[in-house]
């Protein structure tokens, strides 16, 4: 499976190219955000990149696509419990 497809299953999208623009890149922001959220030095590439790091940059790319403006009314919104930064927390490198 290629990000791509794995997005559209995270977000139920079946059988539709309109969007593979847009996903595509919204992966591409995802992966360079988990980058900078694990101190990476290199680009995270998805295909090699650890499970727990590839559901991150899925939540983080659906989260994108869900949620386009920098602003929600009228919606109350709490972190959910086991997200982002609980899967990327294990690869972080910390710079002392």
Known sequence: ????SDLKAQLNIIDDDADDDLLTGMIADALDHTRSAIGAETPVNYDDAPGGLRRAVLMLAAHFYENREAVLVGVSADELPLGFWELV???RKWVF
């Open 1 to 4: 499976m290629t990000a791509l």
């Open 89 to 91: 927390a294990p690869h």
